[in-house]
Nanobody, 122 residues
Framework: QLQASGGGLVQAGGSLRLSCAAS????????MGWFRQAPGKEREFVAA????????YYADSVKGRFTISRGNEKNTVSLQMNSLKPEDAAVYYC?????????????????WGPGTQVTVSA
């Protein structure tokens, strides 16, 4: 089970940090990532990080502004969002999967967390 936190309201140009942690105990170390869904739009991939944190993956729209990182606890992940734009406003979802391939970006994951709202005012 994934639990996300850190959403909120911020002005354009500001920053927010989202966090996600897996609960329930597992022996597996998951690939973890973030997706987002804005009103009237499909859910889209934002970022992912490999199990060892050796590789990170970003949507072109957030490259250079967002940074995904793993925490010290197993299966924890954060998303540092800087230089936020109104178009970044969405419900953000944490996701986890045992391995990464291209289909992860399409939302083929093992676990979803509940969304956390990010609102960016112009």
């Amino acid at each position: 089970q994934l639990q996300a936190s850190g959403g909120g309201l911020v002005q354009a140009g500001g920053s927010l940090r989202l966090s996600c942690a897996a609960s329930g105990g597992t022996d597996y170390n998951y690939v973890m990532g973030w997706f987002r869904q804005a009103p009237g739009k499909e859910r889209e991939f934002v970022a992912a990080i490999s199990r060892t944190a050796s590789r990170t993956y970003y949507a072109d729209s957030v490259k250079g502004r967002f940074t995904i990182s793993r925490g010290n606890e197993k299966n924890t992940v954060s998303l540092q969002m800087n230089s936020l734009k109104p178009e970044d406003a969405a419900v953000y979802y944490c996701a986890a999967r045992l391995y990464y391939d291209g289909s992860f970006r399409m939302g083929i994951v093992d676990h979803w967390g509940p969304g956390t709202q990010v609102t960016v005012s112009a």
